[in-house]
């Protein structure tokens, strides 16, 4: 196997992570809770739901279907050209996996975090196995287990852009918007059956986390060329876990990628799994992975990949996003904390909403601008997110000891 060098880290990251090309493209990725609504306290195994699932048979829209450490169901789309044919297709998978649970009394809800069970670890491959041994041992158990197994989000996923140019700015354009989305889409404020004083408690969970592998790539304002940039971060990140040549999955090495390389060992397929488990808010993977936005209510899943699809690709919009963001984009702290309750964030939504209402005919989308003007109307111009709706009656979590808490 060819050892990889600082050089071939970087030419990989240029030519896979950040291969450029005319934009146009979208998908999303939809994290679902599975709960039994007689009592939603309960964890559902997951043994049950995906043999609801399996029955039911692959999605028509062409969906994957996946499952997180905690039992979350995974619901990530085909890339499209266009918001229209994305929405379509995602929308009749969530409706075919709905249908697929509803006789067994199981249904889907969308929170940024589980409102009422504790975390409990579900999965059986080796590779969640050691995540949960490097947030243990790295001295992350508390976030490490509630990121894995209590958190969903909606995952938006664009071009990288034209060509470098192009790439650059949407680059900066993203990271800037980020607080705005975190904020716009803040629907968090329960872990665990208590108020934990955020609208974003899944934004705080992964900044209390493994600061080498969650904080944004671009911060503090500084403009590096995203290759650079990214090659930086992931030289400088601890390696989590090793397959090895035995067919093993080791964690916890205590070494940075770069450390790594520098002893001679990693490969290509190293560095490309590596990358797999750095999860900034926004990650590039060939496309631009928008990470930052919790999972909605079930109705409101199509609004972040549409405001964000038109923020991005249509020029007007973007000359409006550039401006209403720039001003807000490091307010990462206080968009998880307020919401839209903080005001320059506020201001920030209302004028990303409008440019992106304004935007969505000319990218064929006008079938989604009532969905978006609804909840521009309900939440973004009142300053207000799904986090400060009223919440519903529910029981107590569970007060039984689970093994998999951390102690």
Known sequence: MTRL??????????????????????????????IDPADPAAHVPGDRVRALVDDAGPPAGGSSVTYEPG?????????????????AALGRDIAHVRDALAPDGLALVG????????????????RYACMRDYFFAGGFPDAGLAMMCSTAS?????????????????????????????????????????RTGMRSSRQGIWTELDPCRTLPVLRDGVDVDPAEAWTRYALDAQVMLVHTAEGEWVSDPGMSFLEWLNKGE???????????TLFP??????????????????????????????????PAASRAAEAAAEPVARRWAEAARRGLSDRPLAAAARACFAAAL????????????????????RYVERGRTPADDPAPDSPPPPSEEDPTWPR
């Open 5 to 34: 060098t600082v050089d071939d880290v970087y030419q990989h990251i240029r030519g896979v992570c950040f291969k450029t090309g005319p934009p146009g493209t979208v998908g999303a990725e939809t994290e679902w809770f599975v």
């Open 71 to 87: 039992g979350q169901l995974e619901l990530s789309s085909a890339p499209f050209d266009g918001l229209g044919a994305l929405h």
């Open 111 to 126: 929170h940024g975090v589980d409102p009422v069970r504790r975390p409990r670890f579900q999965a059986d491959h080796p």
């Open 154 to 194: 909606v995952q938006v996923n664009l071009d990288i852009g034209a060509d470098q140019t192009d790439a650059f700015r949407r680059w900066r354009l993203v990271h800037a918007l980020g607080p705005v989305l975190v904020a716009a889409f803040a629907n968090s404020p329960l872990r665990a059956g208590r």
């Open 266 to 276: 990693p490969g290509e397929d190293d560095l490309a799994y590596h990358l797999s």
């Open 281 to 314: 808010p926004v990650r590039p993977r060939g496309w631009l992975e928008l990470r930052m936005i919790d999972a909605l209510p079930g109705p409101y899943w199509p609004v972040p990949v549409a405001v964000a699809t038109a923020l991005l690709d249509d």
């Open 358 to 377: 304004d935007a969505l005919p000319r990218l064929g989308a006008s079938g989604l601008v009532p969905l978006v003007d609804e909840y521009a109307r």
